[in-house]
């Protein structure tokens, strides 16, 4: 049976701390519905109505497109252990590019990693959790690296040709915003 609050819990919050992977969601007005698995050290819980997701440079930019033009968003997390539980979070979001005065703060939040591309602020309105019963159950065996491993090799003055020829656009033909953010990205040190 679903449940909804107002804000994450402390139990929400510890059950995502517990989780490797989370799934995204996003849509604009019109256009192709978004649904993307997500994992690393790239969500951190900032309070319970708020949220930071650390987005990393990949092979579309669906996200911030649909952002620009809708600015909602779900995560969801399940459970794949002995406890069932489904927990999915409703937000208003916003994206935070690497030129925004606001960057070094919010990267501070997260390891240094190859390849960041924005950040998503999340403002929750609504937490849903649900049974979970019907989601089977798995073993995580450890992280991918063969993200940071790329650019890594890449390097990070990599990142703004590659933001232009693959990052620009969603598949829909929607503006991302990412050509704002041109300049290779600061090590905080």
């Known amino acids: 049976m679903a449940a909804f609050f107002s804000e994450l819990s402390d139990k929400h919050q510890h059950f995502i701390a517990q989780q490797h992977l989370f799934f995204v969601a996003t849509a604009a007005e019109r256009g192709e519905v978004n649904l993307s698995p997500k994992g690393m ?18 092979s579309g930019n669906e996200t911030a497109a649909h952002l620009k033009r809708l600015n909602r968003m779900t995560l969801m997390w399940c459970s794949f252990d002995e406890t069932p539980l489904i927990l999915r979070v409703y937000a208003q979001a916003r994206t935070v590019h690497n030129t925004d005065p ?8 997260f390891p240094v ?9 999340l403002h929750i309105h609504k937490v849903q959790s649900s049974c979970g019963f019907a989601v089977p159950f798995y073993e995580y065996q450890g ?9 890594q090799k890449k390097g990070d003055d ?26 290779p990205l600061e090590e905080e040190t």
């Not at 606001?102 to 939040?109: A, E, F, G, M, N």
């Not at 990693?113 to 602020?121: M, S």
């Not at 020829?165 to 915003?177: E, L, V």
Request: no cysteine; glycine share 6%; charged share 20%.
């Open 143 to 151: 992280e991918r690296i063969m993200l940071t491993e790329h650019w």
């Open 41 to 58: 050290d790239s969500l951190k819980v900032l309070s319970p109505n708020q949220l930071l997701w650390l987005n990393l440079t990949g």
């Open 102 to 109: 606001r960057w070094k703060t919010l990267i501070s939040h």
């Open 113 to 121: 990693t190859q390849g960041a591309r924005q950040i998503f602020e």
């Open 158 to 183: 990599a990142l703004p040709e590659y933001w232009a020829a693959k990052n620009n656009q969603s598949i829909d033909g929607f503006d991302t915003g990412i050509q704002q953010a041109t300049r």
